[in-house]
């Protein structure tokens, strides 16, 4: 049977050839740059029969988050594992699926091999782009114009979006604020977090 520490502790060696640390008691590991941090994440589901795996690449910039946490009124420091914008790895290739199920050591070899020629390969190239201020406001709001909703948070991202947008000195215009108003209306989104969505703009300008 293929235990869950094994394809972490696994994964961590790889990891910790580019210079990524374990973050203590979470099976995430990081790499700092001077805004943020780029993370690995490894979610592992045990079951009965064996395990399914699922590998994430994930942005933190700390103003983002540091304004984001104090809307909501909750504590935020530099330890605190908050995304601002993540991705699937297997979403980089078409190798294997976003969730990969193994049930044996065989399973194990083939998958963490194709994970770990991914972050090789594209992986660490796509954490250390989208660690740029600039690229990752870009990516963030066509990921909610294209209505990416299937693996993301939409309500959360576009207020991380509007967060970023202020930050980097755009003006958040009718037309932007409304834009992503009109994807979360189209995603259902309770009435209250629309009224939520237009709290967040008036908190944005308040504290600009």
Sequence with gaps: MVSKQDIVDHLGNFLFD??????????????GFPEGRKLVIINITPYADGVMLELLLGI???EVEATFHQFYQKLFSDKTVSLSFWENAASLSDLIPKRAFISSQAESNGVLEQLESILAKKGFYW??????????????HQSILANNAIHKNIFFLSQRSLILHQ???????????YSY???LELNKVPDSQLEEFLSFRKFL????
């Design 60 to 62: 933190q910039l700390f």
């Design 205 to 208: 300008e308040k504290i600009k």
């Design 18 to 31: 580019f210079h990524y640390t374990k973050i203590a008691d979470n099976d995430i590991f990081e790499q």
């Design 127 to 140: 954490l250390d782009e989208h660690a740029s201020k600039d690229l990752l406001k870009d990516a963030i």
């Design 181 to 183: 108003y009109e994807v």
């Design 167 to 177: 930050l980097l000195g755009v003006s958040i215009t009718d037309q932007l604020f």
